[in-house]
């Protein structure tokens, strides 16, 4: 049964993506994802805003359809994207909540849902939301890979790997999983076994650039910075190389200062597509 209310509660975007987490901090020096639940995010605090202004336009036209039929749950399914899109968290909750209430069983839906709640960080009541989302007999590997990650917020890293397992063994060597299956060991500081996932994932995401600065973070973690500086620059114009290794660079210091306890390891493995 769903609860009607629910207390969010504010936390810490964590870096590795979580998920969404996440794991990096979400946009790579003029390249955003499009949705919190997208693959894992990277470096970077700049948005490109052509890309920003597609999101914006859906959510005034999902808002619109929404507004004009309540009832329709892929109107409040598509809004609820919207919002969690454009970093309306707590009002995706909201809506995708009351949805859910009115359309029980709505497998949609609670996918949906339990996608806004660990964008909200309400990771527990996600995990249990997301349950909901499928059945044993007919998993979908993309909510066994968002389960995994809310467990990786809870700390149940050996739990989320199971999950991240049966996502394989559905979608084998998808990039997505690989990638929350690597910062899943970034958090619990197995860094050669962080590498060896995000290796596989960007072997079959190389053009993904989120991917792309997880494993570079990984690498330089591990001392070797001129193979990871490399990673970071590949294909690059020089002025937007240099910014992404100044970033590296920044990112791997916070992270160091997180590892001698002195500020919290910022993670967010969101990194499951919708």
């Not at 914006?56 to 919002?83: I, S, T, V, W």
């Not at 929350?180 to 619990?188: E, K, R």
Request: glycine share 6%; net charge neutral.
């Amino acid at each position: 049964m769903l609860k009607r209310a629910f207390k969010p509660f504010c936390f810490t975007r964590q870096f590795a993506s979580v998920a969404g987490s996440a794991i990096l901090a979400l946009g790579l020096c003029g390249c955003q994802t499009t949705a919190p639940s997208d693959i894992t995010g990277s470096l970077g605090d700049t948005a490109d805003k052509s890309q920003v202004a597609v999101p914006r336009r859906d959510l005034d036209l999902y808002r619109e359809r929404f507004r004009a039929n309540p009832d329709d749950a892929d109107a409040a399914l598509q809004y609820g994207k919207a919002l969690r899109t454009t970093g309306q968290r707590s009002q995706a909750v909201a809506v995708l909540e009351q949805a859910s209430i009115a359309h029980p069983g709505n497998k949609a839906l609670l996918a949906g849902y339990g996608r806004a709640l660990a964008d909200n960080g309400n990771f527990q009541q996600a995990f249990d939301v997301l349950s909901q989302a499928h059945s044993p007999d007919d998993p979908d590997w993309r909510i066994l890979s968002a389960q995994g990650a809310a467990l990786d917020q809870l700390g149940r890293y050996d739990e989320a790997r199971q999950y991240y397992a049966s996502a394989l063994r559905i979608a084998p060597d998808e990039p997505t999983v690989l990638s929350n299956l690597g910062l899943s060991y970034v958090l619990s500081k197995d860094l050669p076994k962080a590498e060896d996932a995000l290796r596989r994932a960007y072997d079959h995401a190389d053009s993904d650039p989120r991917v792309r600065a997880n494993l570079a973070v990984v690498v330089g973690l591990q001392g070797r910075m001129t193979e990871a500086e490399t990673l970071m620059k590949a294909g690059l114009p020089a002025e937007q190389a240099q910014a992404n290794v100044t970033e590296l660079k920044r990112l791997l210091s916070r992270t160091a200062r997180a590892q001698r306890g002195v500020e919290k390891l910022p993670v967010a493995s969101r990194a499951t597509p919708d």
